[in-house]
């Protein structure tokens, strides 16, 4: 395979990643397969051998690859995998580690933030919230994840709220109660608890230690489907890469939607983390949920949602009238902490303490 790399555009091993990754899905390199090996990839792109280790780590901690002793990289992703049965081992074990401890967010930086605020936009703080979200911090939301999930939106996709539950409640609405729902089992408490209070249908579809059981995926009747791919909670499942194109098919029937909630996908220990359905698909049927309460704190409740394209229209239609719940004085010290790259700066050193621990466990 010739790889076109453009070394002025950086990343270089993001590149590389994203080039073999898609031959991957197009089966061009097959299930079962090797990958050639890191020196002859790298003579023939003319990249250093430390960016295709890079690059093949990537592929590898997403479930496209698997690094074998004595025979090199081989792909593990089968794009048919799914569907034909149900999977080895049909319960997935509660990890120790599923609920992470992480370094608060420095309350210095944070009282700092706050007071800059109160000095800067003291004229707009006593002023009410835009019923989605300030446009400011919606703004910001927007180009954070360009630059870190690969989700390109518009800024009025974006609904901001007071934590995943009000969320949840506000996508019951929005898709209608006519709907049944599959959740994952186990999964988050209150996902359960918010469908059971809006009295509508849902099913528990069990985990595995790849994902959901596909036979239970496949017979579901739901047409709503509410995961959290990177790490389920408590039992600190991630979904492979072959079990989020599943779920990516699973959804190709019309009518049918995807829930994703990213919960904790900031802390991966890659330099990327996992892709999002959300990006993956190309239905635009993929809400896409997450929250500050990890990365900052609990207390702020602040959470925020990404709406498919065509589903803006008809929220604003059906919702629209619903009240930001988050206070205007805590989204602008959301948007200067994104702004002033606070924000990911804290992030990617609590990122860098966990590399250097799982390297010290070694």
């Known amino acids: ?64 690859l698997e690094s074998r002793e004595r025979s090199g990289y081989v792909v593990i992703f089968r794009k048919t995998d799914g569907f034909a049965a149900s999977e080895e081992l049909p319960t997935a074990h509660t990890s120790h580690n599923a609920s992470h401890t992480y370094p608060e967010f ?38 954070y994840l360009a630059r870190n999930r690969n989700i390109q939106v518009a800024m009025d996709q974006i609904v901001i709220g007071s934590g995943s539950e009000y969320l949840y409640g506000l996508i019951v609405e929005l898709l209608g109660r006519h709907h049944t729902y599959a959740i994952e089992a186990p999964s988050y408490k209150k996902i359960e608890q918010v469908y059971k209070v809006a009295e509508i249908n849902y099913d528990q579809l069990p985990l595995t230690q790849s994902g959901i059981d596909s036979k239970a995926l496949a017979h579901t009747k739901a047409d709503v489907l509410h995961t959290t791919p990177y790490r389920s909670y408590p039992s600190g499942v991630t979904a492979t890469a072959s079990k989020r194109h599943e779920y990516i098919r699973w959804a190709a029937r019309n009518g049918r939607y995807i829930i ?94 966990k590399r250097k621990e799982l390297l010290g466990q070694k």
């Open 106 to 143: 420095p309350l210095s930086l944070l009282s700092k933030t706050m007071r800059k605020v109160l000095t800067e936009r003291s004229d707009l703080l006593l002023e009410k919230s835009p019923n989605c979200g300030c446009m400011e911090l919606r703004e910001a939301i927007r180009h």
């Open 1 to 64: 395979m010739k790889y076109i790399i453009d070394k002025e555009n950086r990343p270089v091993y993001l590149q590389l990643y994203k080039q073999i990754r898609n031959d991957i899905i197009a089966e061009n390199y097959p299930y079962n397969t090797k990958l050639p090996s890191k020196r002859s990839l790298s003579e023939e792109t003319g990249v250093s051998i430390i960016t295709v280790e890079h690059a093949y780590a990537l592929l590898c901690e997403e479930g496209y």
């Open 260 to 353: 994703e909630d990213d919960f904790e996908s900031e802390f991966s220990v890659s330099n990327k983390p996992t892709e999002t359905l959300f990006a993956l698909s190309g239905r635009d049927n993929v809400i896409y949920l997450n929250t500050f309460s990890k990365t900052i704190s609990p207390s702020l409740r602040i959470g925020y949602m990404v709406l498919p394209g065509h589903l803006v229209a008809e929220f604003h239609k059906k919702l629209g009238f619903y009240s930001c719940t988050v206070p205007t004085f805590m989204q602008y010290v959301l948007t200067e902490l994104i702004n002033s790259g606070n924000f990911e700066r804290h992030i990617n050193r609590v990122r860098r303490n």
